[in-house]
C-alpha cells in the first residue's frame, strides 16, 4: 500500500509540473511569452540546423550551385533500407516568385541526413528539382508519398489569369500555353515526383484544378484525399483507376448530410472542362462548404482536416452555384447576409471514412492557462511510444481577437505554435492539446514529420521576421531530438 501511496504522489506531482503522465510523451508543455525571437522547446528538446533559405546552396541537376530557395513547407522523410537514422528529406518550397537562377515559381529541394555521434547532419550537399519539364510549378504546400514511394506535391493559389500569373514580372514570367492549357490554367494541380529519378513525372489532370493545400495516400494505392484552401472551399477524394497508378481515376466532392450523422461522395464528370473548375463544379452538385481547409491526416479509419477558419467570410457565390455550408459553420453576427459566416478560431475536424460522418473534433479557442488555440494549419499524425498522436501547427492571420497577447498585438506581432493531441482521448478538448513549441517572431511552424521509430521530428520555420535572431530571421529545416 505504501508503494502505491508513493507511486500515486509522484504522478500527481508530475501533473502539478504539468507533465503528461501516460506512455507516449513526457515533455512540460511550454508557455507562450509574446516576445521570442527564437524557436521555443521543451526542456530537453535539442535542434539542430539543417537547411536555410539563401545561406545554403542548393545543386541543380546540371552541377551548378545557387542559392536555396525560402518558404518551405511541406517535408517528407525517406529512410534508407527502413533506418530512422539515415535518410532523404524532400521540401517543398511555398514560393510564386521569379527566380533567374531556379527557376520561377514553387518548386522542391533535397538532401540527404544521417545520425552520427548522436548527432544529425546533412551529407553529399543539398539539391533542386526543376519543374520544367512539367511547364513549372506554383506554389508548393503540402503534399504526401504515395504506396509506390513517390511524392505528391500540391499547388496552391492557382490564378485566374496569365495576368495574375506574371504579376507584372514578379512571379512567373512565361506565360505561352503549356500543354493545351492557358498557362495560369496549368498551375493548380497535383504533381507527382520520382525520389528514384528526382524528376517530376506529371500533374495530375485527374484530381481536379483548385487550390491544392494538402493531400493524404491511402495504402490501396488508389484513393487519395484532397484538401482545398479557400473559403469556401470543398473536400475531395479521388479514386485511381489502376493501382499505383494516379494519372486516370474518379475525382469526388465530399456532401455532409442534411442531419449531418452521414455524407455522401458526389462524382464530377471526368471532362479536362470540369476538372479544370473542379470546385465550381462540385458547389453545383451541391458539395459541403468549408472555410480554408489545411492538411489531412487518416488514423485507424478516421479522417483528420484542419480547418483554419477565418473573420466573417462570404460563402455567397458558391451558396447561389449550389454549395452547402457545413453544418458547424456559425453565420457571423450583427451580418444582415446570412452568407456570411465567422470562424475566427478554426477547428480540427473528423471525418469516418465508415459512415461519412463529419464532426469538429477539437475547436479552435481560448485555453485554460490564458493562452488561444487558433487557426490549425500544418497536421501530423505519429505513434510516439506506442501512443498515436496529431501534431497541429497554427497560422494565425491576425493577433487580434485574443490571438496573441496584448504587447505582440500593440506592436503587430503575431506567434504560432505547435500542439499534440493524444488520439486515445475520448470526447478531447482543446484543454487536451499539449504545447511543444513556440515559433520565432512571425513565423509559421510547419512540415512537422517524424523518422519511423517516432523519436526524431524534422520541421519548418517559415517566413520568421526578418529582423529576428540568427538564424531565425529566414525560413529553415530543422531536426529536434531529445524529448520523444
Not at 542548393?58 to 530512422?84: E, M, W
Not at 548527432?119 to 519539364?133: A, L, M, P, R, V
Request: hydrophobic share 35%; with cysteine.
Amino acid at each position: 500500500m505504501f508503494y502505491r501511496v508513493l507511486a500515486m504522489l509522484f504522478v500527481l506531482a508530475l501533473v502539478a509540473f504539468g507533465y503528461q503522465v501516460n506512455k507516449g510523451i513526457s515533455f512540460k508543455p511550454v508557455t507562450n511569452t509574446f516576445d521570442n525571437q527564437g524557436l521555443v522547446l521543451p526542456e530537453g528538446a535539442q535542434f539542430n540546423l539543417l537547411f536555410a533559405e539563401r545561406t545554403d546552396s542548393v545543386i541543380t541537376a546540371d552541377g551548378k550551385k545557387y542559392p536555396a530557395k525560402g518558404k518551405q513547407d511541406y517535408l517528407a522523410y525517406l529512410p534508407i533500407n527502413g533506418s530512422s537514422e539515415h535518410g532523404y528529406i524532400y521540401v517543398n518550397h511555398e514560393s510564386r516568385m521569379a527566380n533567374d537562377d531556379l527557376g520561377d515559381g514553387g518548386g522542391m529541394s533535397w538532401f540527404e541526413v544521417k545520425k552520427e555521434n548522436n548527432q544529425w547532419k546533412t551529407i553529399n550537399g543539398h539539391h533542386y528539382i526543376s519543374f520544367d519539364n512539367v511547364g513549372g510549378s506554383w506554389h508548393n504546400c503540402g503534399g504526401g508519398v504515395t504506396p509506390k514511394g513517390t511524392i505528391l506535391t500540391a499547388e496552391e493559389y492557382p490564378t485566374a489569369t496569365n495576368t495574375e500569373l506574371y504579376a507584372n514580372g514578379k512571379n512567373f514570367r512565361d506565360t505561352t500555353d503549356f500543354n493545351g492549357f492557358k498557362r495560369y490554367e496549368h498551375m493548380g494541380w497535383m504533381v507527382e515526383v520520382d525520389p528514384k529519378t528526382n524528376k517530376p513525372l506529371h500533374k495530375l489532370y485527374s484530381m481536379g484544378r483548385y487550390s491544392h493545400e494538402d493531400v493524404h495516400c491511402m495504402p490501396d494505392g488508389k484513393t487519395v484525399y484532397l484538401t482545398d484552401d479557400m473559403g469556401p472551399g470543398v473536400f475531395f477524394k479521388f479514386v485511381a483507376d489502376k493501382k499505383d497508378d494516379y494519372t486516370r481515376g474518379q475525382l469526388y466532392a465530399y456532401q455532409q448530410s442534411a442531419d449531418g450523422n452521414s455524407g455522401t461522395w458526389l462524382a464530377l464528370p471526368r471532362d479536362t472542362a470540369s476538372l479544370i473548375n473542379a470546385r465550381q463544379v462540385a458547389c453545383q452538385l451541391g458539395a459541403t462548404l468549408f472555410k480554408s481547409q489545411e492538411w489531412v491526416e487518416v488514423v485507424n479509419g478516421k479522417i483528420y482536416i484542419t480547418e483554419t477558419g477565418g473573420d466573417s467570410t462570404n460563402f455567397a457565390k458558391a451558396m447561389a452555384l449550389g454549395g452547402r455550408p457545413a453544418l458547424h459553420l456559425t453565420q457571423a453576427p450583427n451580418k444582415i447576409n446570412d452568407s456570411i459566416f465567422d470562424s475566427p478560431y478554426g477547428n480540427i475536424l473528423v471525418l469516418d471514412e465508415r459512415t461519412n460522418k463529419l464532426e469538429v473534433l477539437v475547436a479552435g479557442g481560448n485555453l485554460k492557462d490564458g493562452g488561444n488555440f487558433s487557426q490549425p494549419d500544418a497536421l501530423t499524425a505519429a505513434v510516439i511510444n506506442g501512443v498515436p498522436y496529431l501534431m497541429v501547427c497554427e497560422d494565425i492571420g491576425s493577433g487580434k481577437r485574443n490571438r496573441v497577447g496584448d504587447n505582440a498585438l500593440a506592436k503587430g506581432e503575431k506567434y504560432n505554435e505547435m500542439y499534440f493531441l493524444d488520439l486515445t482521448i475520448k470526447n478531447p478538448t482543446r484543454d487536451n492539446l499539449v504545447r511543444f513549441s513556440v515559433g520565432p517572431r512571425g513565423c509559421e511552424q510547419t512540415g512537422a514529420i517524424f523518422t519511423p521509430d517516432g523519436k526524431t521530428m524534422f520541421m519548418v520555420v517559415q517566413n520568421p521576421n526578418r529582423e529576428n535572431i540568427e538564424p531565425f530571421n529566414r525560413s529553415i529545416v530543422v531536426v529536434v531530438t531529445g524529448v520523444f
